[in-house]
């Protein structure tokens, strides 16, 4: 959070920049100076890039859009210098939807393009002719004379450099939407990766006969691709069980009105690291070791627990899905929540370590099975 500024608010979605750009500016303004540049002629590379960014931001707004038509938010976006960020709640799982969401940010380059071209013809420029320097040697952009076109080459390369088929890159989720048409969604996203892999590989061998950008390209698309595919393994293994599965029944509430000083002790008396904290027999929010730990260094010992409970608190209920528990928790950034039964009762609480523990068993459980070859 501290690293991002706040720099707008559109449609509802805060939109960050993340500070390393504005040395990415600087860094452009101070290099086109001792280039030989003018100051105007530096600071137009300046506003070139903000042109450039200012597409890659419409782009993410293109996703985020299309997610809220299916009901999914998004709490940020973010400008990278490496580009932008659409913080989505979560990818549709409906293929049909995910497909949608993943095209519709390359689609936005491609009208950006489309509306720039229209401009350049009519305003009576040859389009093929200011465009074909461009194509023939980059380093001929001269923004100055070139501004416009430039803008257009760079739409078409963000287009055709998210399409590409691997993770992280929006290609990569068109292609799992693609094949989750066919097969199940976890098998889906390990051919995805697969074929990400593969073309990451390329890339980096490319990169060493070629161009040696594309090797960071190739790195780059490596680890979205391991990435995805380890946190696809660890959704569907979770989507196998439920909160009754693996809650625990053994727990200690503490009370509102007791004092740090007594959280401090059952802390260091057992394993309990996250706590539910009660008041009157109601559940008032929840207490982690470090907020005891922080807590003790702010406020002493004899304060009551009550000055530092974290207020968040989310009910899960038995039957619920591990996985979507852990969206539910991670969402709200909660250790630990209290689980009711279908009457209401409460029984238990999960906490973040059941659920690592859970993914821990079901993949050996995996593993053993594929062994005995059931
Ligand atoms: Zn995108």
Avoid at 279 to 308: A, F, V, Y
Wanted: hydrophobic share 50%; with cysteine; aromatic share 8%.
């Amino acid at each position: 959070m501290t690293w991002s500024l706040k720099i707008a608010r559109v449609a509802g979605i805060n939109v960050y920049m993340h500070w390393t750009f504005l040395i990415l500016l600087a860094w452009i303004f101070i290099a086109n100076l001792s280039a030989g540049q003018s100051t105007s002629e530096a600071l137009m590379g300046v506003v070139f890039v903000l042109a450039l960014f200012a597409c890659v931001v419409l782009h993410e707004f293109g996703h985020a859009l299309t997610a809220r038509r299916f009901n999914i938010q998004t709490q940020r976006i973010t400008l990278l210098p490496i580009g932008g960020l659409a913080m989505l709640e979560k990818m549709p799982e409906d293929p049909r939807q995910e497909l949608l969401v993943a095209l519709a940010g390359p689609a936005v380059n491609v009208v950006i393009a489309m509306l720039i071209t229209a401009y350049l013809i009519l305003s009576g420029q040859d389009v093929q002719a200011v465009m074909a320097p461009l194509l023939k040697d980059l380093s001929q952009i001269d923004l100055s004379k070139n501004f416009l076109p430039s803008l257009l080459f760079i739409n078409v390369v963000l287009f055709a450099f998210n399409l590409i088929p691997a993770f992280p890159m929006d290609g990569g989720r068109v292609l799992r939407a693609l094949l989750s048409m066919r097969y199940d969604r976890a098998t889906a996203t390990n051919i995805a990766a697969k074929i990400g892999q593969f073309l990451a590989i390329l890339f980096v061998f490319l990169g060493f006969i070629g161009n040696f950008f594309l090797i960071f390209i190739g790195l780059f698309i490596y680890l979205g691709a391991s990435g995805e595919a380890n946190y696809e393994t660890q959704r569907s293994l979770l989507s196998r069980l439920t909160v009754k599965d693996v809650l625990m029944h053994q727990y200690t509430p503490l009370h509102a009105w007791e004092t740090i000083g007594k959280a401090v002790e059952i802390l260091l008396d057992g394993q309990e690291k996250e706590f539910i904290v009660t008041e009157d027999n109601q559940i008032i929010g929840t207490i982690s070791r470090d907020d005891i730990i922080k807590g003790l260094q702010l406020l002493g010992n004899e304060e009551r627990l009550k000055r530092i409970v974290n207020p968040n608190w989310i009910r899960l209920s038995t039957n619920m899905e591990l996985n979507e528990a852990y969206e539910q928790m991670s969402k709200n950034k909660l250790s630990i929540c209290p689980v009711y039964d279908e009457s209401g009762q409460l029984i238990g609480v999960l906490n973040q370590e059941n659920i690592l523990e859970a993914v821990m068993v079901e993949s050996a459980r995996e593993g053993s099975r594929i062994r005995q070859g059931v």
